[in-house]
T-cell receptor, first 112, second 113 residues
């Protein structure tokens, strides 16, 4: 069974601070996706990384896929209150298909 | 381009009843996956349909079933509802290309009483 562990589980910070969320597994994934979810809504796709060592930047968000494609990180620079939400990583299976394995989630709260 | 549409948004059912949820994927997407989200278990994969065929299945009892129509719309059915089936049910649409980029609907909140 493939498992994805995220850390930290909860994070409460002040606006303007930086933070990093980690997503780790002992399994290799063909791709790694990051989502943000707000209460009562579906997850919204932020980014997809597919190559080991790949780094993608989306404004203040930086995503990295580990060289061995087993782990990933999300770094947010100068967090804003609008960044508040549940962050989820999800791994795509080797060999393709759309059976995603989701991480345990990181609940981020950014306060003024 | 319209997103993934799930209906209904909210549903309250009694134990023992059955329920059908609907999902319309993004136009042109041929893969539809279903997930169950609960506070204790997080997001868990139920099943995936591609071209009207179930391509992958998660570890859920046979009470959970689904189907996909020729226009790619999908339905999932849960029979003999249990209290533990209360959850947010999410549908994800994918083009079914080389890697799995999934776009989610807003979900159906099912409450079993």
């Amino acid at each position: 069974t493939q498992l994805l562990e995220q850390s930290p589980q909860f994070l409460s910070i002040q606006e303007g601070e930086n933070l990093t969320v980690y997503c780790n597994s002992s399994s290799v994934f063909s791709s790694l996706q990051w989502y943000r979810q707000e209460p009562g809504e579906g997850p919204v796709l932020l980014v997809t990384v597919v190559t080991g060592g790949e780094v993608k930047k989306l404004k203040r968000l930086t995503f990295q896929f580990g060289d061995a494609r087993k782990d990933s990180s999300l770094h947010i620079t100068a967090a804003q209150t609008g960044d508040t939400g549940l962050y989820l990583c999800a791994g795509g299976p080797r060999g393709g298909g759309n059976k995603l394995t989701f991480g345990t989630g990181t609940q981020l709260k950014v306060e003024l | 381009k319209a997103g993934v549409t799930q209906t209904p948004r909210y549903l309250i059912k009694t134990r023992g009843q059955q329920v059908t949820l609907s999902c319309s994927p993004i136009s042109g997407h041929r893969s539809v996956s279903w997930y169950q989200q609960t506070p204790g278990q997080g997001l868990q994969f139920l099943f995936e349909y591609f071209s009207e065929t179930q391509r992958n299945k998660g570890n859920f009892p046979g009470r959970f079933s689904g189907r996909q129509f020729s226009n790619s719309r999908s339905e999932m059915n849960v029979s003999t509802l249990e209290l533990g089936d209360s959850a947010l049910y999410l549908c994800a649409s994918s083009f079914a290309g080389g890697f799995t980029e999934a776009f989610f609907g807003q979900g159906t909140r099912l409450t079993v009483v």
